[in-house]
C-alpha cells in the first residue's frame, strides 16, 4: 500500500493522453493565476504603465510557448 | 584538436576582458550592500540573463547533454515546465515579499519568519551544498579544458579559479551580473553554432529523428517529452509532473539563493518581477542548447558512449572546424565561470549575514562584513578547488547533484509557503519541520529501492519531503506558540503589503 502511493503506482495504468491532459490543466491554472494579479500590483514601481511594462502580457506570451511545446512533443 | 593562434587570441581576450570589467566595477563597491545585492540597482534585463546563465553552467552543458544522449528529449522537461510556472510563481508572489523585506539571504527571511535555528540551518545546508558544488563544477571546467585544448588538468582549474576569484573578489555582485551578460551572449553563440553544425552533419531535425529512433526499442521515445509512468528511467510523467513541476522548480525558484540574490539585487520591485519573466522567456531555448547535443552525439555515434558527460566534447572535436575552437572553448567556460562566480558570491553573502554576523561577531561593522565576505570567497574557492577530483567517483554529475538538491528542496519550499500563507505557522515547527523533512528525504533515498520502481527517484523524493514537511509544519504549529502578529508583519501574506509599510515594521521589530 505504501509503495503503491510513494511510486505513484495507481498512475501506471493512466495513458499519455490523460498525462498530458493534467499537464495542460496545469499550465491553465498558472496562466490564470498570472492573468489574475491587478494592474495595480503588476506596475508597482515600474517607471511608467507603458503596455510592454504589463507583466501580464509577458505570461501570456511565456505560457503560449510552454503549451505549444508540450502539444508539439 | 588542432588549435590556431587566432583560438588562443580568443581565449586570451575573454579573459583579460573580463578580469578589466570586475576591476572597473570595484571602484562603486563602497558597502557590504554594494558587494552582496549591487547596490540595488540593478535592472530587470541584466538580472534576467544573469539567472538563466547562473542555472546553465557547467553540469547543463556536459551533464545535460549526458542525459538528453541516454533519456532523450524528456530531460527538456527540466527547462520547460521545470522553469515556466515556478518563475510565474516566484515572480508575483515570492520575489516581491524578498524584495520588500530587504533580506540579503533566504535564510534570513526564513529567520525572520521562524527563528534562528531555522535560519542557522538554511544557511548551514546551503553553504555545504554550494561548497560540494563548487567541487562539481570545477571538475567539469577541469574535464572540457583536458579534453578540448589538451591542457593539463591542474594547469586549467587553477588559472580559470584565479580569473574567476580575482573578478568575483574585488568587482561582487556588479561584476557578477554584468559579467554574466557578457557570457549569456557568448554561450548562446557557441551553443547554437555546435547545434546548427550537428544538425547539418547529421541531415537536419527529420535526419536526426530518424536515426535516433531506427536504434531500437530503446530509443522509440527519444523525442516524447512524456514518458510513461511505469518507465524505468528517472523521468515519468508522474515524476515530471508533481516532483519536478510542482515542487522541485518551484522550490529552486523561490527558494535557491544563488538564484533569489540577484532579483534582491533589483532597481525596484518592478524590475525584481520583471526580472524572473525576462528569464523565463530565455529558458524555452536551453533545451536546444543543452539537450540536442546529446541527440545529436547518439545519431552521430550509436549507443556505444559509457560516459555521458563526455558527449559535449567530443562534439566539439568532431564538429568545429580549426578557429572555431576557441569561441566555442570560450562559450563554455562562460557557461561554468558564471555558476562558478554566482555560487562564490552567494556563498559569501550566506557566511557574512547569516554564521559570522548571527554568532561570531553580532556587533560587526560594514567593514568588517565586506571584508569578512571577501575573505570567506577566497576560503570556498580555495576548497571548491581542492575537492573537485572527488566528483570523478561518480557517473552522472547532474543526476547526482539533483539527488543531494532534492534533500532539502521539498522541505524548504513546505516552509516558505506556509510561513508566507499560514500566520499559524510557529517558529518551532518550521525548525522540526525541516529536520523532518530532510530526514526524510534522505530515507526515502536511502530505501529507494523497496520503494520506488524507478531508476535514482529524487523527483519522487522531492514530492513526498514536500508533502511531509507540509504536514509535520501543520502537526508541531498546533501543540506550539506562534509569533504574535506584531512580529510578523511584512512576512506573512495579508498582514501588511506595501513597501514602506513593510520597511517601518521590519525597523520596529529590530529596535525591539
Known amino acids: 500500500m505504501v509503495e503503491y502511493i510513494l511510486d505513484f503506482r495507481w498512475a501506471h495504468d493512466l495513458s499519455l493522453s490523460t498525462a498530458r491532459l493534467f499537464f495542460m490543466a496545469y499550465f491553465v491554472l498558472i496562466t490564470i493565476f498570472g492573468l489574475s494579479m491587478s494592474k495595480e500590483y503588476v506596475f508597482r514601481g515600474a517607471e511608467d504603465r507603458a503596455l510592454w511594462r504589463d507583466l501580464r502580457l509577458w505570461v501570456i506570451v511565456i505560457m503560449t510557448v510552454q503549451v505549444s511545446l508540450y502539444l508539439y512533443f | 584538436m588542432q588549435l590556431l593562434w587566432i583560438d588562443y587570441l580568443i581565449v586570451a581576450v575573454y579573459f583579460v576582458g573580463i578580469v578589466i570589467l570586475g576591476l572597473y566595477l570595484s571602484r562603486y563597491i563602497k558597502e557590504s550592500s554594494d558587494y552582496f545585492l549591487a547596490g540595488r540597482i540593478l535592472p530587470f534585463w541584466a538580472i534576467g540573463m544573469s539567472i538563466v546563465v547562473s542555472d546553465i553552467g557547467a553540469l547543463d552543458m556536459l551533464g545535460v547533454a549526458g542525459q538528453g544522449y541516454r533519456y532523450g528529449i524528456a530531460v527538456a522537461n527540466f527547462d520547460w515546465i521545470g522553469s515556466f510556472p515556478a518563475m510565474i510563481l516566484a515572480a508575483f508572489i515570492f520575489v516581491p515579499f524578498y524584495w520588500r523585506s530587504g533580506a540579503y539571504t533566504i535564510p534570513e527571511f526564513l529567520g525572520r519568519r521562524y527563528n534562528l535555528s531555522v535560519r542557522t540551518a538554511q544557511s548551514v545546508i546551503w553553504i555545504l551544498f554550494i561548497m560540494f558544488d563548487l567541487g562539481v563544477v570545477f571538475y567539469g571546467l577541469g574535464l572540457l579544458f583536458q579534453s578540448l585544448m589538451g591542457w593539463d588538468y591542474w594547469t586549467a582549474v587553477l588559472i580559470s579559479a584565479a580569473v574567476i576569484g580575482l573578478y568575483t573578489f574585488t568587482g561582487g555582485l556588479t561584476a557578477v551580473v554584468l559579467t554574466d551578460v557578457v557570457q549569456l551572449v557568448l554561450m548562446f553563440v557557441g551553443g547554437f553554432a555546435i547545434v546548427a553544425l550537428g544538425l547539418w552533419e547529421v541531415g537536419g531535425w527529420n535526419a536526426l529523428v530518424e536515426k535516433v529512433t531506427a536504434l531500437g526499442p530503446g530509443y522509440e521515445r527519444h523525442f516524447d517529452l512524456f514518458l510513461p509512468a511505469d518507465t524505468a528511467t528517472p523521468y515519468p510523467w508522474t515524476g515530471i509532473l508533481f516532483g519536478l513541476g510542482l515542487v522541485m522548480s518551484t522550490a529552486y525558484f523561490v527558494g535557491n539563493q544563488t538564484i533569489i540574490q540577484r532579483t534582491l539585487s533589483a532597481k525596484n520591485e518592478?524590475?525584481?518581477?520583471?526580472?524572473?519573466?525576462?528569464?523565463?522567456?530565455?529558458?524555452?531555448?536551453?533545451?536546444?542548447?543543452?539537450?540536442?547535443?546529446?541527440?545529436?552525439?547518439?545519431?552521430?555515434?550509436g549507443t556505444g558512449i559509457e560516459d555521458g558527460d563526455t558527449v559535449m566534447p567530443m562534439l566539439i572535436k568532431k564538429l568545429l572546424p580549426p578557429g572555431m575552437a576557441g569561441l566555442m572553448f570560450v562559450a563554455f567556460m562562460a557557461a561554468m565561470m558564471s555558476s562558478l562566480d554566482s555560487m562564490l558570491n552567494s556563498i559569501s553573502t550566506l557566511w557574512a549575514k547569516d554564521i559570522y554576523q548571527q554568532f561570531l561577531n553580532t556587533q560587526a561593522s560594514d567593514t568588517d562584513l565586506l571584508r569578512v565576505g571577501r575573505l570567506f570567497m577566497l576560503t570556498a574557492l580555495i576548497f571548491g578547488v581542492a575537492t573537485s577530483r572527488i566528483s570523478e567517483l561518480f557517473d552522472g554529475m547532474y543526476v547526482y547533484v539533483q539527488t543531494l538538491l532534492?534533500?532539502?528542496?521539498?522541505?524548504?519550499?513546505?516552509?516558505?509557503?506556509?510561513?508566507?500563507?499560514?500566520?499559524?505557522?510557529?517558529?518551532?515547527?518550521?525548525?522540526?519541520?525541516?529536520?523532518?523533512?530532510?530526514?526524510?528525504?534522505g530515507a526515502m533515498s536511502f530505501f529507494a529501492d523497496r520503494i520506488f520502481s524507478i531508476e535514482d527517484p529524487f523527483l519522487f523524493v522531492s514530492f513526498w519531503s514536500f508533502v511531509f514537511t507540509l504536514v509535520s509544519l501543520v502537526g508541531v504549529s498546533y501543540v506550539t506558540t506562534p509569533k504574535p502578529d506584531k512580529q510578523?508583519?511584512?512576512?506573512?501574506?495579508?498582514l501588511v503589503m506595501a513597501d514602506s509599510d513593510m520597511q517601518q515594521a521590519l525597523r520596529e521589530r529590530a529596535n525591539g
Open chain 2, 406 to 441: 532534492s534533500f532539502f528542496q521539498g522541505p524548504t519550499l513546505a516552509l516558505l509557503l506556509l510561513g508566507i500563507f499560514w500566520k499559524r505557522c510557529t517558529p518551532w515547527a518550521g525548525f522540526w519541520g525541516l529536520l523532518f523533512g530532510v530526514a526524510t528525504a
Open chain 2, 270 to 301: 518592478w524590475h525584481a518581477k520583471a526580472s524572473m519573466l525576462f528569464a523565463a522567456g530565455f529558458k524555452a531555448f536551453i533545451p536546444v542548447l543543452v539537450v540536442t547535443p546529446g541527440l545529436i552525439a547518439l545519431a552521430l555515434y
Open chain 2, 488 to 494: 510578523l508583519h511584512g512576512l506573512v501574506y495579508g
